[in-house]
């Protein structure tokens, strides 16, 4: 039975936000879309597909290098999404801003460029038991290539990480934690503001895996004293393909180039090349330029809306759709920590998650099935895979009625 979310945050309207997201106007299967997905990436508002076909239509050009009109202007919107950037995530100065593809380049620039010249043998890099194959995967090869050791924080089965095991793995070998802000596959918000002064105390560096965290949280780099902070546009209603690295400009500034090639440089010649200073040392070739643009229409949405808003209305929403799913006989959520965004994910005794997506799909509802980039998670719990239900502020009660009905009809389908 629906029944409607009590106390949305005051001046929340979330049937006149849908109105600004034209792909959520439409049936699938013949019925109206619901989309759960947005842990993997959250749909466009008509602003940012507005603001990259005005870069197409009327500033289209190559940035920093032309003295033209269109140049400039070019130059100037890309830029000011790195202003906009510095406002969202509190950096100190746009020098601390570095485009980059996503989440998993902005790791990947630090495991590289960072870790060439910092890493040694006997060095060690502490990750965490929940972290996305991003956080993983770069770390492990940085670790093979230099003989250090990559050290696992553990979590418990709410699937929050254990702070006194954290504690016991940080050690002068330490060079690095690099831990999620927010876990994709079972929505933890870890205490990185704690988890940051311990690694610092130990004399570790800290990056901060923000990909889920940005779209839901107000983010503070300096408050939280983060090394590295990384964000990915496409998961904050901007497009694909553009994301940021944040670091202090002091690490940034003792780091070598990630990739050589047109804007990283000051002079070449064939003898030596000298290095641009920052962002643009780890800014190589043309960029994603109206991705860039439309992630700056992303963030100025989402400011519009309010992320305080936001994430009181998703905390409504996940409560909600906590206990619509609880009610479900058989059905197990995975990942019930105490601090959480609005993700959630479940099985169901004896029935597939490939399954449950399939059924769920027919009636229109998009959900995620599989490990979620995560496998030593679902390792952890001792599941193949779950079924997640990720929610956005654009998403309404009334979906998650349609969530917890369309569950009912798999059961009765698969029983
Ligand atoms: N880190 C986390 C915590 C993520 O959730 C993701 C993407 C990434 C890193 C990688 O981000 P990218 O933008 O570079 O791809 N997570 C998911 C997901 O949960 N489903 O699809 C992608």
């Not at 990947?108 to 929940?130: P, Y």
Request: with cysteine; glycine share 8%.
């Amino acid at each position: 039975m629906s029944t409607l979310i009590s106390t949305v945050a005051a001046g929340f309207d979330v049937e006149k936000i849908r109105q600004d997201f034209p792909v959520l106007k439409q049936t699938i299967h013949g019925n109206p879309l619901v989309y759960l997905d947005s842990a993997a990436t959250a749909q466009k508002p008509t602003a940012v597909v507005d603001a990259i076909r005005k870069f197409h239509e009327v500033d289209c050009a190559n940035i920093h290098r032309g003295v033209h009109e269109l140049s400039q202007r070019s130059t100037a919107a890309y830029e000011e999404t790195r202003a906009k950037t510095k406002k969202f995530l509190n950096a100190k100065s746009v020098t601390e801003l570095i485009f980059v593809r996503g989440t998993t380049e902005a790791i990947n620039l630090v495991s590289s460029s960072w870790g060439r010249t910092n890493v040694k043998e006997g060095d060690e890099i502490v990750i965490s038991a929940m972290e996305h194959h991003s956080n993983i995967v770069p770390w492990q090869m940085l670790c093979e290539e230099k003989g250090a050791k990559l050290r696992v924080i553990p979590m418990n089965d709410r699937g929050e990480l254990i702070l006194e095991e954290y504690e016991k793995l940080l050690n002068p070998r330490t060079r690095m934690v690099a831990v999620a802000h927010v876990s994709n596959a079972l929505g933890t918000i870890n205490p990185i503001r704690r988890m940051i002064e311990m690694a610092h105390r130990a004399g570790a560096l800290v990056l901060i895996d923000g990909a889920q965290a940005a779209p839901h949280l107000k983010v503070d780099v300096q408050a939280l004293d983060a090394d590295f902070y990384t964000l990915s546009g496409h998961k904050i209603c901007g497009p694909t393909g553009i994301g940021i690295l944040y670091g202090k400009a002091k690490l940034l500034n003792a780091m070598p180039p990630y990739q050589g090639g047109g804007d990283m440089i000051r002079t070449v010649t064939f003898e030596k090349t000298t290095y641009n200073d920052l962002p643009y040392k780890f800014e190589a070739g043309t960029p994603n330029i109206a991705g860039g643009i439309g992630m700056g229409a992303a963030l100025d949405y989402l400011n519009r809306i309010g992320l305080d808003q936001i994430a009181a209305y998703e905390h409504e929403l996940l409560v909600y759709g906590t206990a619509q799913l609880e009610q479900i006989p058989g059905l197990r959520i995975i990942g019930t920590a105490r601090e959480k965004a609005a993700v959630l994910s479940f099985v169901i005794e004896g029935i597939h998650p490939h399954d449950i997506g399939t059924v769920l799909d027919r009636q229109g509802i998009a959900v995620r099935t599989g490990h979620h980039c995560a496998q030593p998670v679902m390792d952890w719990f001792h599941i193949p895979a779950t079924t997640r239900a990720s929610l956005a502020f654009y998403n309404t009660s009334a979906e998650i009625d349609k969530l917890a009905a369309g569950l009912r009809k798999v059961k009765e389908i698969f029983s």
